[in-house]
Every structure is written in structure tokens, then in C-alpha cells.
């Protein structure tokens, strides 16, 4: 969990902070400094002559960002739909749950390349696509915990004082599992990133020359025999940034164990 | 039948109806006419003039309501037709096929490859929890679902094909080309396959049954081979059936990486020359193919779980 967190930390602290100590432009192209070994310039240069630090740096905004996005974005829904059929039962739950399995029926990684491909490799659609085909996921989870705690004692009280359901849910209900849902939600994390970085290393996602993490990898591929270097940093850093988000789903975990059988039916 | 799996079988139609709605929407949205396309493959080199366009588009019912063309569609789908590919201009139906073995191949040695490393280290891991064995394995799965599978397989680029020139980097054809892209899709595969291999027998062996069994004074291989593992497997199978559906339709990345002719690779081939009808096509019978193995599997949970048989829930 700490090492978690310092990690995941100490990359957002180098996202925020890196660019302003590494002041070399990430896309400025200088061919008579191409493919400097490391040393001279920091971490050196790529194929194009770019400053390798620098693009590792920005690449960490971009990724962590697209990140934060998608995790915001695939929470959110997760949460209001979870919440939403766990609470309201009977019909609307079977019919939304029947939508989620569908959803969830789908490979998820193909049908984002279809939908990224679909609307033009770019950023955005690969944040649409990602979002498209991921939500079902946290909707299962969280739809599972807030059936588990429906019936608690505080929840009926707050029903019997004539709460709405809405502030049942969103004051009582969301708020008590605030720990558990972190902790269930978190676990996608890495697999956020991963995909991110995937999708992009296959040349869906960040255009060139936006620096990204698996799009420097895809770029450096044909140096792959004579500059392994190339593919070493962001390879690091995209492994990194997933093990730390690892680390900290599994300490947020522990923290909330036992989950008060909050999988039930996940 | 259990009413959980008359439930679970209903949901096949309408998880099959759902995945091709939504890829049919995707064919709809895509940018570009495709009476215009198909216009360009019929008189390759030159610009297509507007009556062989207007002559498709009557031909295809291309101007008739967005409900009507999904039913023709859909129509077409269930008979094997998708459509012919903007690229090769041979029938969709007939490029899946011609890819499709070299992807089950592939996803079938991944597989077996990852049960082999994953059920002994499991059941090792389970019988001795907390000793080296299990905190080896378990930081080695920690790794290998760290690891995405594209760094993975850039690394096994580097050291087993450029440095070592062991195995070919590139291509299929040979066992030796099937090497690299089987083991780095077994190794987070094997991971997951560990943990859940792992739980699901630490669970089962502190229970009852298992104590009576061992006071009986059964020898431990017949305890755990017959009695425990047994009943560890349902999560094991569940996890496996998943895995394979993912395998199937989610070695897009180490296809590509690795060069090799299957349905991943293909599609994503297809994302790249604008070629929907060869995109969603993949993905039709991709999906298609996931959510029946999905309801084989539970039907033959019965086998595994006599619980399962029984009219409950």
C-alpha cells in the first residue's frame, strides 16, 4: 500500500513537475543529434533526434491522464448503474444487468479496436472506445455490493425516516461502501493502463507526434537490434505505473478486508 | 433444468442478438460510402462513375430504412454472409475461415501451456501456503500480470530472436514460430490461472469433509487428487473458459506483434484500410463464438457440480 502510493506518487510528481526540469521540447526533431546513446543528454535522443527524457516525461502527462479520464469515466458509470439496478431490484435491475452481461459477452480489447477504428484512430476515440466497452465491468462489482448492504439496519432506518431513495442511496447507502467500492474499482486500474498502452502501441490511440508510452515503444520497434534503450524506458515506465497501481489496489484491499461480503453475487 | 441456467440460456440469443446490433451501428457509422468502395474493387485504377455507384446502391437496397437493412443484414450473418472485404474482395466469410486455425492454434498451446505451469503450482502453492514455494510462485504471477503482454513480447524479441537467434521473431509456419507468441499469451494467462487455481484449494481444504477424509487416514494424493481438486475446479473451468474466449478474440496485440495470420492480426489489419466489413466481421464471429462457448461451459457445469443439477435458486 505505501509502496503503492510513493510510487504512484513519485510518477504523478514527475508528470507534474518533470517537463518543468526537463525543459527540451519533446517533439523538437534535431536529425544531426539522432539516436544519442545516454549520458550526453539526459536519457539521449530517438530516431528523430527528440530528447528521450523529455517524451518519457510528457508521455507520463499523457498517459496518466487518458488514465484518470477513463477510471473517472468508467467509475462514474459504474457507480450510477451499479447503484442504481442494486437498489431498485426486480425489473429494471434484471434489465440492466441483462444489458451489462451482454456488454460484458463482448472481447472487450477487439471491439475497442473495431469501435477506435470505426471513429479514427485518435486519443478521444480511443478514451470513446475504452469507455464503451469497459463500464460493465464496475457495474457488476458495485450493483453486487450496494445488493449486499441493502437490507443493513441503517439503510432501513434511513427508508423509514421517509428518506427518497436517491439520498438513501447517494448519502447513506454510497457513502458507507465508499472504502470497499475504492478498493473493487481500483483493481481496474492497471488493466486501464495496460489497455491504454496497448491499443496505442498498435497505432490507435496517440497520434504522432503526441509522446505516449506505447506509442514510443511502437516507434522504436526497428531499432530494437541496434538501440534496445529505445524501447527500455517507456517499457519501464509503462510496467512501473502498472505494478504501483497493483500495489496500491492490493493494499486497498487489505485495508477494507473483510469486503462484509461485498462480491456476493459479483 | 435449474432455473439459473434456463436463465443463463435465455440470455444467449440476446446476447448475440445485442453484439449484432452494435456491430451493425458500427458498419453504419463508418465514414465513406460503401457502394463506393465496392464500386472501387469492381474497376480497379479508375475513379467509379456515378451510375455503377447509383446501380450498387440500388442492387444492395443501400437506400431502403436503417431497420430493413439490419434485417437483411442480420439475415445474411446467420446464412455466413458478411459481405466481401474492401481489401482482398473475396467473401469476409472466407478470409475468418482461412484464419481462423492458425488463432485456435495458437490460443489452444497458450492455453494448455498455462494450465500446465498454473494447476501444479496452484495445488503446490495450496498445500504449503506461506512456505518458498508459494511466495515464489506468487511474485513470479505478480510479474507476469504486471507485465503487458506487448512488452513481454518485445523482450522475447530481443533476447530469443536477436540475441540468442534461437526462435524466429517473425511469421508462422514452423513449431518454432509458435514459441514465442503461445508462451507470452500463457504468461499472464498462467497468473491468473495460479491465483485461481490456488484460492480455490486453500478454501476447499479447511473444510469439513477434508478433515474427515484426512481422520479416516486417506493417503494425501488421494485427498487432494480426489477430494479436494474436485471440488476446487469449478472456478479453475469458469476461469479457463473465459480465458479461452479472451485468447480467441483478445490476441489482437501479440498477433500483431508477432506477425502471426490469425483473426487478431487480420482485424486489426482491417482497422487500418478502412475495411468494415472485414473488421466487424471478425468481431461478429469472435463474439458470437465467446458467448456459445460461454453457455457450453455452464451446461456442462452439471458434470462438475452436482449442486448445479438440482432445480434451486
Known amino acids: ?266 | 433444468m435449474p432455473a439459473a441456467l434456463r436463465r443463463r440460456l435465455a440470455l444467449v440469443p440476446l446476447q448475440l442478438l445485442g453484439v449484432a446490433l452494435v456491430v451493425f451501428m458500427l458498419l453504419t457509422a463508418t465514414p465513406g460510402d460503401p457502394a463506393e468502395n465496392l464500386a472501387r474493387l469492381r474497376q480497379p485504377g479508375s475513379e467509379p462513375t456515378p451510375e455503377l455507384v447509383a446501380a450498387i446502391r440500388q442492387d444492395l437496397g443501400l437506400d431502403d430504412p436503417a431497420p430493413v437493412r439490419f434485417g437483411r443484414w442480420l439475415l445474411g450473418a446467420v446464412r455466413g454472409d458478411l459481405g466481401v472485404s474492401y481489401k482482398t474482395g473475396k467473401p469476409v466469410t472466407h478470409d475468418l475461415l482461412a484464419r481462423f486455425p492458425a488463432t485456435a492454434l495458437l490460443a489452444a498451446s497458450a492455453l494448455l501451456l498455462s494450465l500446465a505451469i498454473a494447476l501444479p503450482l496452484g495445488i503446490a502453492a495450496a498445500l504449503r501456503p506461506g512456505s518458498w514455494l508459494d511466495h515464489a510462485a506468487g511474485s513470479l504471477t505478480l510479474l507476469a500480470l504486471t507485465v503487458p503482454g506487448y512488452v513481454l513480447a518485445l523482450t522475447g524479441i530481443l533476447i530469443f530472436a536477436v540475441t540468442l537467434r534461437w526462435l524466429p521473431a517473425f511469421g508462422a509456419g514452423t513449431a518454432a514460430h509458435l514459441v514465442l507468441p503461445a508462451v507470452v499469451l500463457a504468461a499472464g494467462a498462467s497468473g491468473q490461472l495460479f491465483r485461481v487455481t490456488r484460492a480455490a484449494l486453500l478454501e476447499v481444504l479447511q473444510q469439513d469433509y477434508l478433515r474427515t477424509a484426512r481422520a479416516k487416514g486417506l493417503p494425501p494424493h488421494t485427498l487432494v487428487l480426489r477430494h479436494a481438486l474436485r471440488n476446487a475446479l469449478t472456478p479453475v473451468v469458469t476461469m479457463c473458459v473465459t480465458m479461452a474466449g479472451h485468447l480467441l478474440g483478445g490476441a489482437v496485440v501479440v498477433e500483431t506483434v508477432f506477425g502471426w495470420p490469425g483473426l487478431g492480426k487480420y482485424a486489426v489489419d482491417a482497422v487500418f484500410l478502412r475495411d468494415a466489413p472485414a473488421v466487424l466481421g471478425a468481431v461478429l464471429y469472435l463474439t458470437a463464438a465467446f458467448v456459445m462457448l460461454g453457455a457450453l461451459i455452464d451446461l456442462a457445469y452439471g458434470a462438475l457440480d452436482p449442486r448445479m443439477r438440482a432445480d434451486k435458486a
Open chain 1, 1 to 266: 500500500m505505501a509502496a503503492g502510493c510513493g510510487l504512484l506518487g513519485a510518477i504523478v510528481l514527475a508528470a507534474l513537475v518533470g517537463p518543468l526540469v526537463v525543459t527540451a521540447d519533446p517533439n523538437a526533431i534535431d536529425l544531426e543529434q539522432r539516436l544519442l546513446p545516454p549520458g550526453a543528454l539526459g536519457l539521449g535522443t530517438d530516431h528523430l533526434g527528440r530528447d528521450l527524457a523529455a517524451r518519457l516525461l510528457h508521455g507520463a502527462r499523457t498517459t496518466l491522464l487518458a488514465t484518470a479520464l477513463l477510471f473517472a469515466a468508467l467509475t462514474a458509470t459504474g457507480v450510477t448503474v451499479g447503484a442504481v439496478a442494486g437498489y431498485a431490484g426486480g425489473l429494471l435491475d434484471r434489465a440492466l444487468m441483462a444489458v451489462t452481461d451482454v456488454v460484458l459477452a463482448f472481447p472487450g480489447l477487439l471491439l475497442a479496436v473495431a469501435i477506435a477504428g470505426t471513429l479514427g484512430p485518435g486519443m478521444e476515440s480511443l478514451l470513446l472506445a475504452l469507455a464503451l466497452v469497459g463500464w460493465a465491468n464496475q457495474t457488476r462489482l458495485v450493483r453486487g455490493l450496494v445488493l449486499a448492504e441493502r437490507a443493513e439496519a441503517y439503510v432501513l432506518a434511513a427508508q423509514a425516516l421517509g428518506a427518497p431513495p436517491a439520498r438513501v442511496v447517494i448519502r447513506h447507502l454510497l457513502r458507507n461502501v465508499a472504502g470497499p467500492l475504492l478498493a473493487l474499482t481500483a483493481t481496474d486500474l492497471g488493466r486501464i493502463i495496460t489497455s491504454l498502452a496497448s491499443l496505442s502501441f498498435l497505432g490507435l490511440g496517440a497520434q504522432p507526434p503526441t509522446p505516449e508510452w506505447g506509442a514510443m515503444l511502437s516507434e522504436a520497434r526497428p531499432f530494437l537490434q541496434s538501440h534496445p534503450h529505445l524501447l527500455l524506458y517507456p517499457a519501464v515506465a509503462v510496467c512501473v505505473t502498472i505494478g504501483a497501481s497493483g500495489l496500491l489496489a492490493e493494499g486497498l484491499r487489505a485495508l477494507n478486508d473483510p469486503l462484509r461480503g461485498g462480491t456476493a453475487g459479483g
